[in-house]
């Protein structure tokens, strides 16, 4: 059983930053490409970020592309998004999602990831 938990939600002001970590256990972490995906109230759930499973390529919503950032700890078995530049529309539940499928098609689609975390709230004030 997977088990994906974020952590480093929180309340930040306008152009400050934050780092969400997602810890994972239950499946070779190393082997699966991760995302970030987050929902705003009243929207649907958007793509963020995605890593492959060995870091080595990175991929971006054009709205963070520039601000945040993706990387993996394949010891620690956890993924990062660094969010440097917040911005009031950042504010959201974000969401950590394991891919176990092979390849990359489709990568910002949510419907080609196979688990989810609970989630972390980041609320940016303007």
């Known amino acids: 059983q997977v088990q994906l938990v974020e952590s480093g939600g929180g309340l930040v002001q306008a152009g400050g930053s934050l780092r969400l970590s997602c810890a994972a256990s239950g499946r070779t972490f190393s082997q699966y490409a991760m995302g970030w995906f987050r929902q705003a109230p009243g929207k649907e759930r958007e793509f963020v970020a995605a890593?492959?499973?060995?870091?080595?390529?990175?991929y971006y919503a054009d709205s963070v592309k520039g601000r945040f950032t993706i990387s993996r700890d394949n010891v620690k078995n956890t993924v990062y998004l660094q969010m440097n530049s917040l911005k009031p529309e950042d504010t959201a539940v974000y969401y950590c999602s394991m891919r176990t499928r092979p390849g990359l098609a489709s990568i910002g689609n949510e419907y080609e990831y196979d688990y989810w975390g609970q989630g972390t709230q980041v609320t940016v004030s303007s």
């Open positions: 890593i492959t499973w060995s870091g080595g390529r990175t």
